[in-house]
């Protein structure tokens, strides 16, 4: 009868035990998603961040060669204008 109760309460435990790892296991099957997932909203968010400068750099570059056009366009404005 005594070993009885011993195996039962063993098995038990052995239970309790196999449903802790369980849920370790799934505890951090979840961190590990939670981190991924953030992982890839920062990668999202970087190339996000890199096309916009690309878009303002590409935007100041534009300006910056029709300002130069325009100061050419002047420029010979003023040299037909003087001849």
Known sequence: MLNFLRARARARARARA???????ARARARA???ARARARARARARARARARAR?????R???RARARARARA???ARAISKV
């Open 74 to 76: 002047r420029a010979r």
């Open 18 to 24: 196999r449903a802790r790892a369980r849920a370790r």
């Open 61 to 63: 570059a534009r300006a």
């Open 32 to 34: 590990r998603a939670r």
């Open 55 to 59: 878009a303002r750099a590409r935007a």
